[in-house]
């Protein structure tokens, strides 16, 4: 039995090779719908892993409240011309400490809440001086953003009551200060104070990509401090100090900051953004509605603050690239349902064609077994054939456009498998009526064909 069916292999395997150039048409088909799911997949794939590290570096179940900093009533006045508002600007002491306070003591649904202050400065080390991101935290940052330290410790009880002067920074800013040394206990030049290295983080991998979409920025090149430190030794806009009125009386006077440049508006929030974790996803949109109203009214109801959801935001564009995923799936397999159409129809001219050949096997004591394992046999050539070389311009095609184009793709195992699976199943299961017709043939009427 075995022999009998290396017999007809090697017949079909014959038949395929006299006609190379009509096999590799009946099978280009097959390629471009292989090659067409692998790199939709491998692309759809690189989209979907790049959705979830943007999850990672926006933190789970996290709600972020920005302040939004309005004009000032004389900027007001002077964009309509000098004309008198028509409506009193409202107070509001803006994003404060006191709001963490309230956040915390009022919602019993969140896990942790973070406060920060952001501040444009630069480092000075050994004549080096580039420009960075002061940044004041407390403990829950770290958590809350699933940043984990490298080396070194972290802020103390003590660091962070007393704002000693202390700092962790990231492993982009070692490798620039401290690439001979360890940075662990060395003083470094924040602005115009000297801060004592307690820790590193470790690297955090950020394409340019999320940097542009999530609005962050590269964390790897951040100085962080306890937020006592940056309030006492740094900036704390919650307090009216001389140099605030001095700037505030020069800006009223000129509109500008002195260079004949607008500065625009005065931020007056103590706070540049809160982070709040929630501890359920399901009561993410409610909490943030009651923090919305609580904030609200605590700014006597001023909406001077922006409250966001990243996850819910990515996780709706991970559904949008999901039903597009699958758009494209269909739109591959397509191709491949057309390839094996293609198939059937050159196996059914072929039977035609061949008929007397038909003819003479069968009255030479061919089975129709026979006659329809050879064009099985043909038509799965065709097929896995395409498959292959489908499953090797799909792999490239994924990889020129991720170079190309700077797009992550990801090809998976199950894709390869189950687009060449099916790449055979078509071959096997378009195959058939073609060989049911050869093999049916009558031998006499087919001897007689012209």
Not at 2 to 15: E, P, V
Not at 20 to 35: D, E, H, P, Q, Y
Not at 69 to 82: I, M
Not at 83 to 110: C, H, R, Y
């Amino acid at each position: 039995m075995k022999k009998i069916a290396w017999a007809n292999f090697y017949i079909a395997l014959d038949a395929v090779l006299a006609n190379k150039l009509r096999s590799v048409l009946t099978a280009l088909g097959i390629i471009f719908g292989v090659a067409a799911v692998i790199a939709m997949l491998a692309i759809g794939n690189g989209a979907q892993q790049e959705i979830l590290e943007q999850i990672k570096l926006v933190g789970v179940n996290n709600i972020v409240i920005t302040p939004v900093v309005e004009q000032s009533e004389e900027d007001l006045k002077g964009a309509s011309g000098g004309q008198q508002s028509a409506e009193k600007k409202k107070f509001s002491p803006g994003l404060t400490m006191l709001d963490v306070e309230s956040i915390q003591n009022v919602l019993n649904t969140i896990s942790r809440i973070s406060p920060e202050v952001i501040m444009d400065t630069y480092i000075i080390k050994n004549g080096i001086r580039r420009s960075a991101k002061l940044v004041g935290v407390q403990p829950d940052y770290f958590n809350l953003t699933s940043f984990s330290l490298g080396s070194g410790s972290m802020f103390n009880e003590q660091q962070l009551l007393k704002g000693e002067p202390v700092c962790i920074i990231g492993k982009g800013l070692q490798a620039r200060f401290f690439s001979q040394e360890d940075p662990i206990g060395k003083m470094l030049k924040v602005g115009p104070h000297w801060l004592k290295v307690v820790g590193v983080m470790e690297q955090r991998v950020i394409s340019e990509k999320s940097i542009e979409n999530l609005g962050i920025r590269d964390y790897n090149m951040d100085v962080y401090t306890p937020l006592q430190t940056m309030f006492i030794r740094f900036k704390n806009r919650a307090l009216i100090t001389e140099n605030m009125i001095i700037e505030a009386s020069a800006r009223n006077r000129s509109g500008s900051d002195g260079n004949g440049e607008n500065t625009g508006p005065t931020n007056y929030h103590q706070l540049d953004r809160i982070v709040v974790q929630v501890a359920e996803t399901e009561k993410l949109n409610a909490t943030a509605d009651v923090i919305a109203r609580m904030l609200e009214r605590r700014h006597f109801g001023m909406v001077d603050f922006e409250i966001t959801i990243p996850e819910l935001l990515l996780k709706q564009q991970q559904r949008t690239n999901q039903i597009f995923n699958i758009v494209l799936g269909a739109i591959a397999g397509i191709s491949l349902l057309v390839g094996g159409i293609g198939i059937m129809n050159i196996m059914l001219a072929s039977v035609m064609e061949r008929i007397k050949e038909i003819g003479l096997r069968l009255s030479i004591g061919a089975k129709k077994d026979d006659i329809i394992l050879q064009f099985l046999f043909e038509a799965m050539m065709i097929s896995v054939s395409g498959g292959i070389i489908g499953v090797i311009l799909g792999i490239s095609l994924a990889m020129v456009v991720s170079h190309i184009a700077e797009i992550p793709t990801i090809i998976s195992v199950s894709s390869v498998l189950i687009s060449f699976g099916v790449a055979a199943t078509v071959g096997l299961i378009f195959g058939i009526a073609p060989a049911r017709k050869a093999a049916n043939q009558d031998p006499i009427t087919s001897l007689r064909y012209e």
